[in-house]
């Protein structure tokens, strides 16, 4: 049986594009965490550039999002109620 998804499909107008700008697949070109973690080595997972940041969400990330009222804040908790 032939392969349903060959290379040689869809758009090739997107597909040159993506050539010449060297897209890659994966993490290969995006920008990384420019945070330190305690130990001294750099973080390197992805930085939250949809929001224009330079930090991932564990160095800062969603409370400078939240703080920016785009994303609510994560509730890690529920408030204890009170008994009556």
Request: charged share 25%; proline share 5%.
């Amino acid at each position: 049986m032939a392969n349903p998804h060959p290379l040689t499909a869809g758009n090739v107008h997107w597909r040159l594009a993506m050539l010449k700008a060297q897209f890659t697949k994966g993490r290969a070109n995006r920008r990384r965490c420019i945070a330190t973690k305690r130990d001294g080595t750099p973080c390197g997972m992805l930085a939250m550039t949809r929001y224009r940041l330079f930090v991932c969400g564990a160095h800062g990330g969603y409370a400078a999002v939240a703080r920016m009222k785009r994303r609510r804040a994560v509730e890690r908790c529920s408030p204890r109620r009170r008994k009556s």
